[in-house]
């Protein structure tokens, strides 16, 4: 498959905003199960949010009502809105692909085949 290639990290201070993008350029037309990761320093990867070509979207508690998925099917890209930010989102956030992942798996990151190279995004003041 052709990689996934993330965008949008940065540094910002606490309660900022930031998007992510992620460009997924061999789904075109596929029916695709995709999901943002994250993982700071010391710790084990975790699921963000997950999102299905059909639009179903599951988020991890930590993000519930700030952070927003979305999927662009026609540019193939995947978004990760990201507001009302906290020095605890500070992490390299990574976006995933596979083409079905049951739905009870969606956060988990050994439910993924397709990862690409990690976007930094430091929330600090």
């Known amino acids: 498959q052709e990689p996934l290639v993330e965008s949008g990290g940065g540094s910002v201070e606490p309660g900022g905003s930031l998007r992510l993008s992620c460009v997924a350029s061999g789904y075109t037309g596929k029916s695709v199960c995709m999901g943002w990761f994250r993982q700071a320093p010391g710790e084990e990867r975790e699921g963000v949010a997950s999102?299905?070509?059909?639009?179903?979207?599951i988020y991890a508690d930590s993000v519930k009502g700030r952070f927003t998925i979305s999927l662009d099917n026609a540019k193939n890209t995947l978004y990760l809105q990201m507001n009302s930010l906290k020095p605890e989102d500070t992490a390299t956030y990574y976006c995933a692909a596979d083409f079905w992942v049951p739905f009870s798996a969606r956060l988990r990151p050994t439910a993924y085949l397709y990862w690409g190279q990690g976007t930094q995004v430091t929330v600090s003041s």
């Open positions: 999102i299905v070509s059909e639009g179903r979207t």
